[in-house]
């Protein structure tokens, strides 16, 4: 017998309105239309938001946001985290959507209870949160194949179907309890965004060691990004980041991983000449580190001074 989170009781065609055409939005409204669904009308207010809307889904109108939810099968909510709640309500209120509509939201940090002002209304309500992150270029329709998903659905039947439209996407999809949904998002928002605050941090300080550096005998001119710096950390962090991935804290390495207090305090001297706040976060992340790896008690008080 055929297990219940294979079955796919989606339609082969949706009828979907996107609000809004902001980076996510415009990314999975394209992504949908590509695997056949049709994206009828979008709202967007901004002069960003619209020349998404007309450049990555022209065939859509650019309706008010009533008129999109009204005629939707499958309503996207792409609206930022901080706004979702106050557009379910204004939805809601205008009794604006249909009995039966799917209303998925992108939300990393909310589960299914923010839709139920709509599921009271009879729609389905799923939360399906790309663990993705979207620059508004076009590489983000792309990056959706092979990204996991984050899925909250009220019962087997609506995690069937959004099962079904991230696969058909390309996606992996992953099941999130209602009540883990903000370490979920907290997990994923220290994972990434983090992690850009760490490699802008490196490319400073490289930039700083490396000034006046001549590359094949010519004064160098080192913009950021994309810059000697970044060329210099990309192969080292691609690298560290397939050990983590693969090795977890067996991959570490350096000065914390092998207990070198001269070394580290070293650092953090030449980082806080450069930027006591830069210096700042090494010491955070040195402690954390330490910490995993099991640091003797001399480093570990070197890097809980303050």
Same mark, same amino acid.
Do not use: K
């Given at each position: 017998?055929?297990?219940?989170?294979?079955?796919?009781?989606?339609?082969?065609?949706?009828?979907?309105?996107?609000?809004?055409?902001? /980076?996510?939005?415009?990314?999975?409204?394209?992504?949908?239309?590509?695997?056949?669904?049709?994206?009828?009308?979008?709202?967007?207010?901004?002069?960003?938001?619209?020349?998404?809307?007309?450049?990555?889904?022209?065939?859509?109108?650019?309706?008010?946001?009533?008129?999109? !939810?009204?005629?939707?099968?499958?309503?996207?909510?792409?609206? $930022?985290?901080?706004?979702?709640?106050?557009?379910?309500?204004?939805?809601?209120?205008? =009794? #604006?959507?249909? $009995?039966?509509?799917?209303?998925?939201?992108?939300?990393?940090?909310?589960?299914?209870?923010?839709?139920? $002002?709509? *599921?009271?209304?009879?729609? @389905?309500?799923? *939360?399906?949160? $790309?663990?993705?992150?979207?620059?508004?270029?076009?590489?983000?329709?792309?990056?959706?194949?092979?990204?996991?998903?984050?899925?909250?659905?009220? %019962?087997?039947?609506?995690?069937?179907?959004?099962?079904?439209?991230?696969?058909?996407?390309?996606?992996?999809?992953?099941?999130?309890?209602?009540?883990?949904?903000?370490?979920?998002?907290?997990?994923?928002?220290?994972?990434?965004?983090?992690?850009?605050?760490?490699?802008? %941090?490196?490319?400073? *300080?490289?930039?700083?060691?490396?000034?006046?550096?001549?590359?094949?005998? &010519? &004064?160098?001119? =080192?913009?950021?990004?994309?810059?000697?710096?970044? @060329?210099?950390? *990309?192969?080292?962090?691609?690298?560290?980041? =397939?050990?983590?991935?693969?090795?977890?804290?067996?991959?570490?390495?350096?000065?914390?991983? /092998?207990?070198? #207090? #001269?070394?580290?305090?070293?650092?953090?001297?030449?980082?806080?000449?450069? %930027?006591?706040?830069?210096? !700042?976060?090494? @010491?955070?992340?040195?402690?954390?580190?330490?910490?995993?790896?099991?640091? =003797?008690?001399?480093?570990? %008080?070197?890097?809980?001074?303050?």
């Amino acid at each position: 017998m055929t297990s219940l989170a294979y079955a796919d009781p989606a339609p082969a065609r949706l009828t979907v309105g996107v609000v809004s055409a902001g /980076r996510v939005g415009s990314a999975l409204g394209a992504a949908l239309e590509r695997v056949g669904h049709v994206v009828f009308g979008v709202s967007a207010n901004s002069a960003r938001s619209i020349h998404r809307a007309r450049t990555r889904l022209p065939e859509a109108r650019i309706l008010p946001v009533e008129r999109v !939810a009204a005629q939707a099968e499958l309503l996207l909510l792409a609206v $930022p985290d901080t706004e979702l709640a106050g557009v379910v309500d204004e939805l809601a209120a205008a =009794d #604006a959507v249909r $009995p039966g509509t799917i209303v998925v939201h992108t939300a990393g940090a909310w589960g299914i209870a923010v839709l139920g $002002p709509l *599921a009271a209304l009879g729609a @389905r309500p799923l *939360a399906i949160h $790309p663990a993705m992150t979207f620059t508004g270029h076009e590489e983000d329709a792309a990056r959706l194949a092979g990204a996991c998903f984050g899925i909250t659905a009220a %019962d087997e039947v609506s995690y069937a179907i959004a099962q079904s439209l991230v696969l058909e996407i390309g996606g992996e999809p992953v099941r999130v309890p209602e009540h883990q949904r903000t370490l979920y998002h907290a997990a994923l928002a220290h994972g990434s965004n983090h992690l850009v605050t760490l490699v802008v %941090d490196a490319a400073e *300080a490289l930039r700083s060691a490396l000034a006046g550096v001549e590359l094949l005998g &010519q &004064q160098r001119v =080192d913009p950021a990004p994309n810059g000697l710096a970044e @060329r210099l950390l *990309a192969p080292l962090l691609s690298a560290a980041l =397939d050990n983590a991935l693969r090795r977890g804290t067996a991959g570490l390495t350096g000065p914390v991983a /092998r207990g070198d #207090a #001269a070394a580290v305090a070293a650092h953090l001297a030449a980082l806080t000449t450069l %930027d006591p706040q830069l210096a !700042a976060g090494y @010491r955070a992340m040195s402690l954390r580190t330490a910490q995993h790896v099991g640091s =003797d008690a001399e480093l570990i %008080d070197l890097l809980e001074q303050r």
